[in-house]
């Protein structure tokens, strides 16, 4: 048995032993299966689903003419998407943060641009798993952080679109993901335990990139331009899931009668 499995907490125990893991495992970490979300269509998911509208409704307003726009994942953008069509005429060109979105846009009629063919982007829009007052984020629930960090990075403007379930004190309750390539994913978990998270290995799920993602539970992020600079420090870290260095411009925060928007 390894020494952060000795010195782990009560909880990452709990996790262990309901994820049937044990000691000789070959990755040594709790393991999760991500279901899909909203897969049932409770009143709580219709009501979620309105929200998410209404805030991506909002979002068309930033699409001015000509813009060259980069289009995140998740089902939050997925409401977007389905809303482009409408703009089309005001879209130059359009970059997507990952391969279910580029589906989605090519569907729908669009030619999905490369980065690298495009240069900086006008506009990024993106859902988050969790923002703070601050514009900080965390990302990464669908596991497409690190194509979301770069568009993010590339664009002139970031407009982050969330229902409002999402606004937080403080980052961390949502567990936070890291993409790690594979042969690290063991030593960047006890790095983790270290720093008193829960690192979990999102079981059967590989990046657009070809790599893992570990959710850390239980991190406490209360500065999280600090925690994201010494997470990506980690050898075998390919991105961190808080977007603080680079938080968006503008939240726009869905709720039942319409949306409220903060940043500029
Ligand atoms: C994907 C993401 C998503 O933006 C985030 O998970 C929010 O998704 P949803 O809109 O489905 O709640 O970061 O990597």
Same mark, same amino acid.
């Given at each position: 048995?390894?020494?952060?499995?000795?010195?782990?907490?009560?909880?990452?125990?709990?996790?262990?032993?309901?994820?049937?893991?044990?000691?000789?495992?070959?990755?040594?970490l709790?393991?999760?299966?991500?279901?899909?979300?909203?897969?049932?269509?409770?009143?709580e998911?219709?009501q979620?689903?309105? %929200?998410?509208?209404?805030? @991506?409704?909002?979002a068309?307003?930033? !699409?001015?003419g $000509?813009?060259? =726009?980069?289009?995140?994942t &998740?089902?939050?953008v997925?409401?977007?998407?389905?809303?482009?069509?409408?703009?089309?005429?005001?879209?130059?060109?359009?970059?997507?943060?990952?391969?279910?979105?580029?589906a989605?846009?090519?569907?729908?009629?669009?030619?999905?641009?490369?980065?690298?063919e495009?240069?900086?982007?006008?506009?990024?829009?993106?859902?988050?798993?969790?923002?703070?007052?601050?514009?900080?984020?965390?990302?990464?629930?669908?596991?497409?952080?690190?194509?979301? %960090?770069?568009?993010?990075? @590339?664009?002139?403007?970031?407009?982050c !679109?969330?229902? $409002?379930?999402? =606004?937080?004190?403080?980052? &961390?309750?949502?567990?936070?993901?890291?993409e790690?390539i594979?042969?690290?994913?063991s030593?960047?978990?006890r790095?983790?335990?270290?720093?008193?998270?829960?690192?979990?290995?999102?079981?059967?799920f590989v990046?657009?990139?070809?790599n893992?993602?570990l959710?850390?539970?239980?991190?406490?992020?209360?500065?999280p331009?600090?925690?994201?600079?010494?997470?990506?420090?980690?050898?075998?870290?390919?991105?961190v899931?808080?977007?603080?260095?680079?938080?968006?411009?503008?939240?726009?925060?869905?709720?039942?009668?319409?949306?409220?928007?903060?940043?500029?």
């Open positions: 048995m390894r020494a952060y499995f000795v010195l782990r907490p009560a909880i990452w125990r709990d996790q262990c032993r309901s994820a049937k893991l044990t000691a000789e495992s070959s990755f040594d709790p393991v999760r299966y991500r279901e899909p979300r909203y897969k049932s269509e409770s009143n998911t219709m979620a689903d309105d %929200k998410k509208r209404n805030a @991506a409704k909002a068309l307003n930033y !699409i001015e $000509d813009t060259v =726009l980069g289009v995140g &998740g089902t939050t997925n409401q977007l998407i389905d809303l482009l069509p409408g703009v089309r005429d005001r879209i130059h060109a359009v970059v997507s943060s990952s391969t279910a979105t580029t989605r846009l090519e569907e729908l009629g669009f030619e999905v641009s490369l980065l690298n495009v240069g900086d982007i006008d506009l990024y829009i993106d859902g988050a798993d969790e923002a703070n007052k601050h514009l900080q984020l965390i990302k990464g629930g669908g596991g497409a952080l690190t194509r979301e %960090k770069v568009l993010a990075g @590339a664009a002139r403007k970031f407009v !679109i969330i229902d $409002d379930s999402k =606004l937080v004190g403080m980052l &961390g309750t949502f567990p936070l993901p890291i790690v594979p042969m690290a994913q030593f960047v978990a790095k983790l335990a270290k720093m008193r998270g829960q690192p979990v290995w999102r079981e059967k990046t657009d990139n070809g893992h993602i959710d850390v539970h239980n991190l406490v992020i209360s500065n331009m600090e925690m994201e600079t010494r997470i990506n420090q980690l050898p075998g870290v390919l991105t899931g808080i977007f603080a260095h680079r938080p968006a411009d503008v939240l726009i925060i869905g709720d039942e009668s319409g949306v409220r928007i903060t940043g500029k």
